[in-house]
């Protein structure tokens, strides 16, 4: 059974500052998604990484997948308010049809 | 651009009552998937589907149904709500995963209460 664990849960940051949420999984997966989730609303993609290796930024937010290690980070840099969600992580398991998700990180920014 | 769209947004049952959540998709999708959210859980897969007439169970299919009788359209039954049913389902659409920028895309969510 693929497990997937994202560290940390909850996490409260000042604006400006730079952190980072781990996602590891149990089995082997070249494939990770990242997504984002606003209170109440649907989720919305962030980051596909297909690859050992991959990077992909958007803003002030970097993703990157180390297959061999499980594991891949969700960089958070000079935090604004807006960035305020919850980030979820989710591994296919190279079955091509299902994800399995994290539980989610809860960030919060604060001036 | 329509994307995922699921009916209703909200409603309130009563145990034992059915019905049934509707999902459409307008991006000419194979595949389809059905999640419910609970606080802590994250998401977890129910059924899905990877192509008309087709069906499977995913993580947590029981008590619930689906059938896809359109390519664009995927439905979810509850046949006899429980308490524990409670909760928000998501359906989702995606071509087959592991292609460049093709995520699974989500709709807003059905909020349900089963009293």
């Known amino acids: 059974e693929l497990k997937v664990e994202q560290n940390p849960l909850f996490l409260s940051m000042q604006e400006g500052k730079n952190y980072t949420i781990y996602c590891n999984y149990s089995?082997?997966?070249?494939?990770l998604y990242w997504y984002r989730q606003d209170p109440g609303k649907s989720l919305e993609s962030l980051f596909v990484?297909?690859?050992?290796?991959a990077v992909k930024q958007e803003g002030r937010l970097m993703a990157s997948l180390d297959t061999k290690a499980r594991l891949s980070t969700l960089h958070i840099t000079a935090a604004v308010h807006d960035l305020s969600a919850t980030y979820f992580c989710?591994?296919?398991?190279?079955?091509?049809?299902?994800?399995?998700f994290g539980k989610g990180t809860s960030l919060l920014v604060t001036p | 651009n329509a994307g995922v769209t699921q009916t209703p947004k909200f409603r309130v049952l009563k145990t034992g009552q059915s019905m049934t959540l509707l999902c459409a998709q307008d991006m000419n999708h194979e595949y389809m998937y059905w999640y419910r959210q609970d606080p802590g859980m994250g998401l977890r897969l129910i059924h899905y589907s990877v192509g008309e007439g087709t069906t499977a169970k995913g993580e947590v299919p029981d008590g619930y149904n689906v059938s896809r009788l359109k390519k664009q359209n995927f439905l979810l039954g509850l046949e006899s709500a429980a308490p524990s049913q409670t909760s928000v389902y998501f359906c989702?659409?995606?071509?087959?995963?592991?292609?460049?920028?093709?995520?699974?895309?989500f709709g807003d969510g059905t909020r349900l209460s089963i009293l």
């Open positions: 989702a659409s995606s071509f087959p995963l592991g292609q460049p920028n093709q995520p699974q895309h």
């Open positions: 990484l297909l690859s050992n290796g």
């Open positions: 989710a591994v296919d398991k190279n079955s091509g049809y299902a994800l399995n």
């Open positions: 089995t082997t997966s070249d494939r």
